[in-house]
T-cell receptor
């Protein structure tokens, strides 16, 4: 069964460092998303991406964050200068359709900022 | 912004019991998602529904659009159903999902 894959599964970084989280969505999906979950808190929407551009973003997704689809298969989330509060589980998801499309999630990338 | 409330926050039940988890939201939606988060953290989509009822195995999801309310039912619950169940609703007309805080379900053998 097709699945969304994420790498790395866990990354530890020093505050101020750049981090890139990678996702390979399901191949025929057109809509891509990043969510995050701080430990013990609820899942939060970060950004949605369609047709090579951001379609929605939350107030969390500030200038420190960026997304791109560099090669037509990978979908990356970059955090330019990590802060302690960026420590969280980051989930990538993809869907065939917007609004009414079932979401397929990756297993998540746990980011720990020291 | 859609406000999504779930109840109960925690639920412990004996194996075999019928389980109901509730979700209410504040803004009209195109579709509501029910998700399962495993103890290891991974998230799996269970249902995405915009009206009526859907069934998959022992899981049933219902939604009442007029009342802005959805329920997830588990029949003949089993310890492997132990997980956090999350509902998520979009703001109408966009893709930004608002997630509930989740219901932690524990099924005791």
């Amino acid at each position: 069964e097709p699945e969304v894959t994420q790498t790395p599964s866990h990354q530890v970084t020093q505050m101020g460092q750049e981090v890139i989280l990678r996702c390979v969505p399901i191949s025929n999906h057109l809509y891509f998303y990043w969510y995050r979950q701080i430990l013990g808190q609820k899942v939060e929407f970060l950004v949605s991406f369609y047709n090579n551009e951001i379609s929605e973003k939350s107030e969390i997704f500030d200038d420190q964050f960026s997304v791109e689809r560099p090669d037509g298969s990978n979908f990356t989330l970059k955090i330019r200068s990590t802060k302690l509060e960026d420590s969280a589980m980051y989930f990538c998801a993809s869907s065939v359709r917007e609004h009414t499309g079932e979401l397929f999630f990756g297993e998540g990338s746990r980011l720990t900022v020291l | 912004k859609n406000e999504v409330e779930q109840s109960p926050q925690n639920l412990t039940a004996q194996e075999g019991e019928f389980i109901t988890i509730n979700c209410s939201y504040s803004v009209g939606i195109s579709a509501l998602h029910w998700l399962q988060q495993h103890p290891g953290g991974g998230i799996v989509s269970l249902f995405m529904l915009s009206s009526g009822k859907k069934k998959h195995g022992r899981l049933i999801a219902t939604i009442n659009i007029q009342e802005k309310h959805s329920s997830l039912h588990i029949t003949a619950s089993h310890p492997r159903d132990s997980a956090v169940y999350i509902c998520a609703a979009p703001n109408f007309g966009n893709e930004k999902l608002t997630f509930g805080t989740g219901t932690r379900l524990t099924i005791i053998p």
